[in-house]
């Protein structure tokens, strides 16, 4: 199976619809000129994913109380449903506050039993059923591997056959996550790294992205699906990735495990052979190299022989 991401206009699918989109890229100008083939925009990618203090400085402005006036208006742009939010729109004290927003109870219902694993956030989803048989994800004649991915060789090898699930976030979807089943989830591991964009203009251009930018590991232990690894990758201006979770404790499905501060940013999740068997919906359109946008608690796939 081969994933291919291009610059070319982004499309995905609609679960809720099952109609094909065409996304509306936020920044799309600014990301075009930051990836494209030239000396300038190479150095200008470089420097705004290694220079820290450069995501740092934007997250701060987007702390500040006149961001606010920035709300109404992107949320008119991208259409999004804020009868959903917890708060009014009136109430947020910042753009980035209403980033990192809160849904009303229940605005995220989970499919559904313990054999049922679901989506931890909003997002686009791509699933591999057998990664081994990926042979890495190859774009343009680069791969990626578990090994860089999660800094730990015994780890990796424990994963090589089984399954994986990218999801990405837009800066316009909702941004918390959360666990997609019951378990005890360890203590998060950092592995520092730049920030670039995880935006396919970017990942198009470099597949390490996601092994090479500052990411998060946490085991989810003791499900119906085995042991699952989940990896919160941040991006660029998303130097803030917020474990909200008590570590080493038991967590229901459902439960929130953190927040991503302003930026587009991805999740993944691993898991071990033979444990889950995907929705066909979610195979289908991944084959094809479309990713399928669902909401938290959307079923992923169910045990297998369940």
Not at 65 to 78: E, H, L
Request: charged fraction near 20%.
């Amino acid at each position: 199976m081969i994933f291919m991401l291009s610059s070319k206009p982004v499309y995905y699918i609609d679960r809720k619809t099952n109609t094909k989109k065409k996304e509306a890229i936020y920044g799309g100008t600014l990301l075009s000129l930051l990836y494209a083939n030239n000396i300038f925009s190479k150095l200008l990618s470089y420097a705004v994913a290694h220079i820290t203090l450069i995501s740092r400085f934007y997250g701060f402005w987007q702390k500040m109380p006149y961001t606010k006036k920035n709300i109404a208006p992107f949320v008119a742009k991208f259409n999004i449903d804020y009868s959903e939010f917890e708060k009014s729109l009136d109430q947020f004290s910042s753009f980035n506050d209403f980033f990192c927003r809160k849904l009303k109870k229940n605005a995220r219902p989970l499919s559904g039993g313990q054999n049922c694993i679901v989506a931890p956030a909003d997002g686009r989803y791509l699933v591999i059923p057998q990664i081994s048989t990926a042979k890495g994800f190859y774009i343009k004649g680069h791969t990626f591997s578990l090994e860089t991915l999660l800094q730990d060789t015994s780890l990796a090898q424990d994963y090589q056959e089984g399954s994986m699930v990218i999801a990405r976030l837009c800066p316009t979807d909702y941004h918390r996550f959360h666990f997609p089943i019951e378990g005890e989830a360890t203590t998060t591991k950092l592995i520092n790294g730049p920030l670039f964009s995880v935006n396919p203009i970017a990942a198009a251009k470099n597949v390490h992205i996601f092994s090479e930018n500052k990411r998060m590991i946490t085991l989810l232990e003791n499900t119906p699906f085995d042991t699952i690894v989940y990896i919160e990758v941040g991006a660029t201006n998303v130097g803030s990735i917020i474990q909200t979770y008590t570590p080493n404790s038991h967590v229901n499905k459902g439960d929130e495990k953190g927040f991503f501060s302003f930026g587009g940013s991805s999740l993944i999740l691993l898991f071990k052979p033979n444990t889950l068997l995907f929705d066909q919906d979610l195979i289908n359109n991944s084959s094809q190299h479309l990713e399928t946008l669902i909401l938290m608690g959307s079923s992923l796939g169910r045990l297998k022989n369940s």
